[in-house]
């Protein structure tokens, strides 16, 4: 049992110490080589098409279900459904619109680019690579680590609109909130500091999928069955670091007033 | 000139070179034999560094390779080898001419408006024509190893480490093969190390052979000397037989 336990840390180390190996193989070449553009693009097209359908629809739904919630909760205390937008809103841009985008993204993107790069790992790709004038970290992460960073913050960006939307359509239709005082509601609470709060976690969230994909990717063996582990792995790795992350954020965030 | 010294190279317990020593000659083509899992694929990429070594030196022009700690210098060493991937590895998000102009732009200064010349006479040199435009998933076994050697020549290595090129052919196939890279030690003076367990091909392209077994090289030789030797752990290998002192470990591993 400890056994297992020690046997599970130590490979939990061991793959934290590989990650940084390579963040530093990334600061390293970042400087060093030209730059990808061609990779960047095409995978920033790829990550934001991958991932804005399902984003749209998830915020959409978590938009109109807090909208519900909220309107519920609050007209049973107060006998009528304020501050409907601002809850809305507040809950988006903060939290669940990073959030919801980071786990819609670390599934559909973060997902492709381990399997991507785990293919190339096990069919030695990744060795062809090196043999003809580059590496895997000038040719694959570091275009993939910044198309994550451009495309997060949009994508974010794209979930808090279509979320408030919703929120809208549910106030606005079952709720009885007039358009104009559920946007007012927004407007008035909403400061540039909310933006920003949502705005970093979304960047933390990029780096962090970027890096967790990219190193699972790379270090896959095993065949294509290792393939598929590796993929099921970033996506577990990524989805349960959101959710930890974003506590620690949202704690270090607000001590700092943001 | 390439010198292996006592080379060693573990995988966590489990020694796959204990202590390999071999000299290869510039322009010459020395063949490396072993059986499946004797380490031959992990003997050459401890050449290009792909694999750390765990001891031991491997001198190229009498600079040890296994020393240098700079990546930038590391790549300067790798743009002197071409190396021949067992199944191509050919990268399969692009098309073929795609992957053989792949190393043009970090390795050379051929103009990019020139990477259709240089694609086209490339796989002409390999015996292909018209097949820019496939996918590698389109070809055939034998097309894949052409084109990925043509890959290979696009960035004028001095020299050419071939994985297992002959492995999975039909006899023709494997034949045409044995031939090009004979060919390409003619016309382009280049230094091949070629491993493989193919008996014919060894026999036919080889200016010395060496023979890999449990971690060491157990003989050095030209095919001559391989025809004739006494030797039975060579004799049963060459031969193809599953009598002899060699014995496949059926169970372990
Ligand atoms: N990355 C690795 N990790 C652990 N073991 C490895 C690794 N690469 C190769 N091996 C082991 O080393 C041995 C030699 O492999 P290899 O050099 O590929 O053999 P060959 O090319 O002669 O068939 C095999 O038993 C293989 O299981
Ligand atoms: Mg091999």
Known sequence: ?258 | MIEIIDLKKNFGPKQVLKDVNLNIEDGKITCILGGSGSGKSTLIKCLVRLIEASGGKILVDGKDVTKINSEVKLAAIRRHFGYLFQDGALFDSMTVGENVAFGLKYLTDVPPADYPKVVKEKLALVGLKDVEHLNPSELSGGMRKRVSLARVLAVNPKCILYDEPTTGLDPIMSDIISELILDLKHKLGVTSVVITHDMNSAFKIADKIAFLHEGRILMEGTPEEFRRTDNPYVKQFVSGSSHGPIQMKIMKD
Not at chain 1, 194 to 219: L, N, P, Q, R
Request: glycine residues 12%; hydrophobic residues 50%.
């Open chain 1, 1 to 258: 049992m400890f056994k297992l336990i020690g046997k599970k840390i130590d490979s939990l180390l061991m793959q934290t110490g590989g990650a940084a190996e390579m963040i530093r193989s990334v600061l390293f070449w970042l400087g060093r080589s030209r730059f990808e553009w061609k990779q960047t693009v095409e995978q920033s097209v790829s990550i934001g098409v991958n991932s804005c359908g399902v984003t749209a629809l998830t915020s959409l739904f978590t938009g109109m279900v807090l909208a519900l919630q909220a309107g519920n909760t609050i007209g049973n205390i107060f006998g009528e459904p304020i501050f409907v937008g601002t809850i809305v809103s507040f809950s988006l841009i903060r939290e669940l619109g990073p959030v919801l985008t980071g786990v819609v993204v670390s599934g559909r993107a973060g997902a492709a680019v381990t399997a991507h790069i785990g293919t190339m790992a096990v069919t030695e790709q990744l060795d062809a690579l090196y043999t003809l004038g580059t590496n895997p970290t000038r040719y694959l992460v570091i275009p993939r680590l910044f198309a994550f960073l451009i495309t997060m913050p949009v994508l974010t960006v794209f979930s808090n609109v279509f979320g408030v939307i919703g929120g809208y359509l549910v106030a606005a239709y079952a709720l009885g909130v007039p358009g104009e005082v559920y946007f007012n509601d927004i407007t008035t609470f909403m400061g540039v500091k909310d933006f920003m709060h949502g705005f970093i976690k979304s960047f933390i969230f990029a780096f962090m999928i970027a890096t967790v994909c990219c190193y699972k990717g790379i270090s896959t063996r095993g065949g294509a069955e290792g393939v598929g582990k590796a993929t099921t792995g970033a996506v577990v790795t990524t989805i349960v670091l959101i959710l930890v992350l974003d506590y620690f954020l949202t704690a270090i965030l607000t001590a700092f007033g943001i």
